[in-house]
C-alpha cells in the first residue's frame, strides 16, 4: 500500500506540472458548484498539515498534503504533498534504521551475556537504551536490573585493582542508565581524574593499561563479529630514514607545568571568592583541592614520577595530613577565610615538604584542579604554557601552515584538508597525504595536540614536513608560517581551488550556511556570506549550528544581529552582588536580512549557539529543528594572574534568553538548553554517517585535481530527486549528505513549503 500510495503523489507532482492541470478546464458550472467547498476543506487540510509539521507528526503532515492535492487539483499543493512524501519516505527509513540498530544492540548483550565478557555488557545496554522508544520502561526491565548491579560490583572490583579505564567505561554507562543518581557522577570524575593524572604523570604507565583494554575489547569483537567476516590488512610500508630519526614527541610535565607559582593559586581563590556567581565558601574550594593532593598520593603508578610516594610511611603521613586539614576545614565556620585558606595553604607546603616532597608546581596545579572542579566544568586555571592554545581557540587565528588535521586508525596523522591561501595549499599538500614526519621526527601515534605544538610557531620562522602520498612516495616539504585566519563559517560545498558554494537547492535558491564556532570575524565572516547567498539569487537560508561549542558572546549577538531588527538578544546577571553587574545586549536595529530562516541544532550544540538559536526561536524569527541543545548557559571571565602570566576561567553569571529562560543545566536539571520548534532525532551511527559524508564536502581540492576520477565540471544527467534538476559539478561521486541526514531533509522541507506559501 505505501508502494502505491509513493507512486501515486509522484505522479501527481509530474501532472500538477503539466499543462492545462489546474487551469480552470471543468465545465463552469461545476466549478462554481463545488468552489466554494472544496476552498474552504483545502484550506482546512493545509492549516492542519502545517500544525502536524510544527508538532513533528511528519506522516500525518503527509497524509492531510496528499488529501488537500487530491481534492484541490491545485500544482501548488501537489508539490507541497510531493516534498512532504519525499521527506516523509526518507524519514521512515530512518526510523526503520534507528529500530534495527535497537534490536541489534540488544542481540550484542545477549552475545556477550553468553561469552560471559559481562564487563562489556553494560555497554550495549546503554546503547540499546538510549535507541529505546520508551526509555523509562527500558530501563525498569528485569534483565536490564541485572546488568546494572552486576556491573556495580565489577567497577568495585575494578577499583580495588585500580584498574581506572575500567572504571571510566562503567560509571560512564551508568550515569546514562540512571541520570538521576550523582553517585555515577563522583565516581566518574575520580576515575577521570586518576586517567588525568597517570597520563600527565607516567603515560607509560598509562599506555599499559591502554594496551590491556585494547586486548580486552578485541576479544569483545571476537564475540560480536562474524567468524567468517574478512579481515582487511593495510599493506605496511617501510618507513624513511627521516621517520626512523626520533621515536616520538613525549612532552615532558615538567614543561606543561612551567611557570605554575602558588601566588597564582592564592589570587585566583580571592578573584573566585569575589566574583563566582554565587556564593560558595572557600572552605569547600579547600577540601576539594585537599582531595587534589590525596587523589595524587593514592593514584598507583605515580611513584615512577615521585619516588617519594614509594616510601609507605611518607606517603600515609601525607595523607594523615590531608584528612587532618579537611576536618579543619569543614569545621571553619565563621572564620576568616582568607587569612585561613593563606594558613592552609602554607602548611600544606610544609607538609609535603616533611613527606613526599612533591615539586611545588605539581602541589599547585593539582590543589587548583581539586579546588575549582568544586565550582563547575568551566571554572579553571589557565597555566602559562597553555595560554597561546587558549588564545588561539578564541581568536580565530593562528601561526603554522594551514592545515587540518586527524589520527588515522592506525596512528598515522593524516591532512583532512589544507586552508585557502595557505602555505600548506601553496605547496601542494593535498587532503589524504600522510605526514610521516615533523622536522626530521617520526609523527606516527602522537596526539594532535603534539601535532599542533609543533607544525605551528612564531611567523616567519620554518618548519619541515616529510608529506606521504597515497602512492607512497615520500615528499620532504620546507614550509614558513604565517598567521592563518580560521573561518567560522562553511557553505554547502568547497568550490576547486577555494571558496564556498552556499546553495543547495538550485531551483527554489535554499542556502546552507553552517558556522563552526565563534570567534572574533564571526560576524564578518556571516555578513559576506549572506551578501554572495543574496548576489546569487538566494531565497532562504539554513543555518547549522550542530556540534558548534560556542564562543565569544559578541559574536553570538553579531549573528542574531544579521536576522533581528530589535529587542533583547541576551542577557546575563549573577545569583548575588559582585563586581560584574547585569548586562543586557539588544539589537541595533541595523543591517538585519529577511531570509526565511531555519536553525539546525543537537546535543552538541552549546553556548553561544543557544544564545543564537534561543533568541531567533524566542524572537520567532527562524523555525528550530533538530534535538535540544546542550545546556551550557553560564558566562566566564577571565581574571589575569601574575602579570597575565597565567588566568582564572571563571564563571560570573549565566545567560537568560529574550523571554527570560536560562539555558545552563545544573547536575538536577529537568529543562536546559534551547528545545527545538520541530524535533528530529538521530541516532549516533546516522550522525557519524551524515559527518562522514559532510567532511567530503568540506575538503578543499585544486583547480585542476579529479574527484573520485571525475574531473570537476563534468557534465552528470543523473537526475537530483529532490528537484529533478542535474546535481551540481561539486557532488559529483560524491554521497549526498541529503541522503543521510534527517535533520537537514527536514530543514530543507520547512523552507521549500514555506517559500511556495505554506505559512508555518
Not at 561549542?549 to 548575588?576: M, Q, W, Y
Request: glycine share 6%; proline share 4%.
Amino acid at each position: 500500500m505505501k508502494k502505491r500510495l509513493n507512486r501515486w503523489v509522484l505522479a501527481l507532482a509530474v501532472a500538477a506540472g503539466g499543462a492545462g492541470v489546474g487551469t480552470g478546464l471543468l465545465p463552469w458550472a461545476m466549478s462554481q458548484a463545488h468552489a466554494e467547498p472544496q476552498v474552504a476543506s483545502v484550506d482546512e487540510l493545509k492549516m492542519e498539515a502545517m500544525k502536524a509539521l510544527r508538532a513533528g507528526k511528519f506522516g500525518k503532515t503527509r497524509e492531510l498534503l496528499v488529501k488537500a492535492a487530491t481534492i484541490g487539483n491545485d500544482p501548488a499543493i501537489a508539490r507541497w504533498a510531493n516534498w512532504s512524501n519525499q521527506f516523509e519516505s526518507q524519514r521512515e527509513g530512518f526510523v526503520s534504521e534507528r529500530h534495527k540498530q535497537y534490536e541489534k544492540a540488544i542481540d550484542e548483550v545477549q552475545k556477550l551475556l553468553k561469552a560471559h565478557k559481562n564487563a562489556y555488557v553494560i555497554d550495549y545496554a546503554r546503547a540499546a537504551y538510549l535507541l529505546a522508544d520508551d526509555k523509562a520502561s527500558f530501563r525498569h526491565l528485569e534483565w536490564v536490573d541485572e546488568i546494572v548491579n552486576k556491573s556495580i560490583e565489577l567497577a568495585k572490583e575494578y577499583e580495588a585493582k585500580e584498574q581506572w579505564l575500567k572504571c571510566l567505561r562503567i560509571y560512564s554507562a551508568l550515569g546514562s542508565l540512571e541520570p538521576a543518581s550523582p553517585e555515577w557522577k563522583d565516581k566518574l570524575k575520580l576515575a577521570t581524574r586518576r586517567i588525568r593524572l597517570v597520563a600527565l604523570y607516567t603515560p607509560d604507565s598509562l599506555k599499559g593499561l591502554q594496551e590491556a583494554e585494547m586486548k580486552d575489547r578485541e576479544e569483545v569483537d571476537s564475540v560480536l563479529l562474524p567468524a567468517t567476516k574478512p579481515t582487511t590488512k593495510v599493506a605496511a610500508t617501510k618507513p624513511t630514514a627521516k621517520e626512523d630519526a626520533n621515536d616520538n614527541f613525549k612532552i615532558d610535565w615538567h614543561e606543561s607545568l612551567r611557570g605554575v607559582q602558588m601566588r597564582m593559586l592564592r589570587d585566583a581563590l580571592g578573584d573566585a571568592r569575589s566574583d563566582y556567581y554565587r556564593e560558595v565558601p572557600l572552605r569547600n574550594m579547600l577540601a576539594g583541592g585537599l582531595n587534589g593532593l590525596r587523589a595524587v598520593a593514592t593514584t598507583a603508578g605515580l611513584e615512577k614520577a615521585f619516588v617519594n610516594l614509594s616510601d609507605a610511611g611518607k606517603k600515609k603521613a601525607f595523607i594523615d595530613k590531608i584528612d587532618e586539614f579537611v576536618t579543619r576545614a569543614n569545621e571553619s565556620v565563621g572564620t576568616d577565610e582568607q587569612a585561613d585558606i593563606r594558613r592552609t595553604l602554607s602548611q600544606i607546603l610544609a607538609a609535603n615538604s616533611d613527606t613526599i616532597n612533591l615539586p611545588e608546581e605539581v602541589l599547585v596545579s593539582e590543589f587548583a584542579d581539586g579546588a575549582f572542579a568544586e565550582l563547575d566544568p568551566f571554572s579553571n586555571m589557565i597555566w602559562p604554557n597553555e595560554v597561546d592554545e587558549f588564545n588561539k581557540a578564541t581568536q580565530g587565528e593562528f601561526s603554522g601552515v594551514g592545515i587540518q588535521i586527524q589520527s588515522d586508525e592506525d596512528g598515522s596523522l593524516k591532512v583532512v584538508s589544507p586552508l585557502e591561501d595557505s602555505p600548506a595549499y601553496k605547496a601542494g599538500v593535498k587532503a589524504g597525504d600522510v605526514i610521516a614526519a615533523i622536522n626530521g621526527k617520526n609523527a606516527k601515534g602522537i596526539s594532535i595536540n603534539q601535532a599542533v605544538k609543533n607544525i605551528t610557531g612564531q611567523p616567519g620562522t620554518m618548519v619541515t614536513l616529510t608529506i606521504r602520498r597515497q602512492d607512497h612516495t615520500s615528499k620532504d616539504m620546507v614550509l614558513k608560517r604565517e598567521t592563518i585566519k580560521v573561518a567560522s563559517i562553511k557553505g554547502w560545498s568547497h568550490r576547486p581551488g577555494g571558496g564556498w558554494e552556499y546553495i543547495i537547492d538550485p531551483e527554489q535558491k535554499i542556502a546552507y550556511i553552517r558556522l563552526t564556532n565563534f570567534t572574533k570575524t564571526t560576524g564578518e565572516e556571516l555578513n559576506k556570506a549572506v551578501d554572495e547567498i543574496k548576489a546569487q539569487g538566494g531565497r532562504a537560508l539554513i543555518l547549522d549550528l550542530r556540534y558548534n561549542p560556542g564562543g565569544l558572546l559578541t559574536a553570538a549577538i553579531d549573528v542574531c544581529e544579521k536576522f533581528v531588527n530589535k529587542g533583547v538578544i541576551v542577557s546575563t546577571h549573577a545569583d548575588r552582588d559582585t563586581r560584574n553587574p547585569p548586562t543586557v545586549a539588544r539589537a541595533n536595529g541595523q543591517g538585519a536580512t529577511d531570509l526565511p530562516l531555519v536553525v539546525l541544532t543537537n546535543q552538541y550544540s552549546a553556548s553561544a549557539s543557544e544564545i543564537v538559536s534561543g533568541c531567533l526561536k524566542d524572537d520567532k524569527r527562524a523555525l528550530i529543528v533538530g534535538e535540544r541543545t546542550f545546556g551550557k548557559g553560564s558566562v566566564q571571565m577571565l581574571f589575569p594572574l601574575t602579570d597575565r602570566k597565567a588566568y582564572l576561567k571563571l564563571t560570573t553569571s549565566h545567560y537568560y534568553l529574550p523571554l527570560g529562560k536560562c539555558i545552563h543545566r545544573e547536575e538536577n536539571s529537568t529543562t536546559w538548553g534551547v528545545d527545538p520548534d520541530v524535533t528530529v532525532e538521530m541516532t549516533p551511527e546516522q550522525m557519524r554517517t551524515a559527518i562522514d559524508a559532510r567532511q567530503d564536502l568540506d575538503v578543499l581540492h585544486a583547480i585542476n585535481e579529479e574527484i573520485n576520477g571525475l574531473k570537476p565540471g563534468a557534465v552528470d544527467t543523473k537526475a537530483d530527486a529532490e528537484n529533478g534538476k542535474p546535481l551540481p559539478p561539486l557532488l559529483k561521486a560524491r554521497k549526498d549528505p541529503l541522503s543521510v541526514d534527517a535533520q537537514l531533509s527536514a530543514a530543507l522541507l520547512m523552507l521549500r513549503l514555506e517559500l511556495n506559501g505554506a505559512q508555518l
